[in-house]
């Protein structure tokens, strides 16, 4: 059975966390391929200049402020996409956080806030999300996790830990996505020079511009 690939004809890609690095980057490159993207961060400021240098582009980039992690936004803001552009044919959940973790200082509520982020923001997209794509018999859904989900590396403990659980997850919803038509894939970059990565203290080898 081949999967389905979302395709810019078929209707709108949603990136979370698309207001800087890899997000962002995406989302033009995305609208340069035609697609009418969606795009969900905190704030509309960094989107409203994303709208801009997207604008002569084939496809178009829309605002969707919504903090994910809060479910109900979330659910919100699928339904809103639906609405407003179109079904969501590719869902790239890509917004996290890195809070560092180092041995000698572990707090609690930095290990919950990381799986609040990096996690549970994942769940709160993919759950209605999915729904949609379920109903249609067709999806794409891609989760940004992190080379870090393979070995422990200095003060990734949390951060760490909460890629690795995102590939768990994919594994884990494939054999009952696949019956779906939904294809499911995880992108693991190495490091990569954002704004997230230049609060970074451990090495970095490899750093991608």
Known sequence: MTLYRANPKHGV???????SGIGR?????????GYAVAVTALADDPIDTLIVE???MPGHVKSYPCDVTDE???????????KDMGPI??????AGNYIATPGEHLVVSDFRRSFDVNYFGIVNGLVPVVEHMRVRGRG????????????????TAAYGGTKAAINILAESLKYDFDKMNIRVQV???GFVDTPLTE?????MPGLMP
């Open 13 to 19: 890609a949603w990136i979370t966390g698309g207001s």
């Open 25 to 33: 980057a995406l989302a033009k490159d995305l609208a340069a391929k």
């Open 54 to 56: 997207t604008a002569q």
């Open 72 to 82: 109900t936004g979330m659910a919100r803001a699928a339904a809103a996409i639906e």
């Open 89 to 94: 044919v590719l869902a790239v959940f890509n």
């Open 140 to 155: 794409h859904v891609v989760l940004v996790g992190s080379v870090t989900a393979y070995s422990g590396w200095p003060t």
């Open 187 to 189: 992108m693991n970059p």
């Open 199 to 203: 609060k970074n203290t451990l090495p």
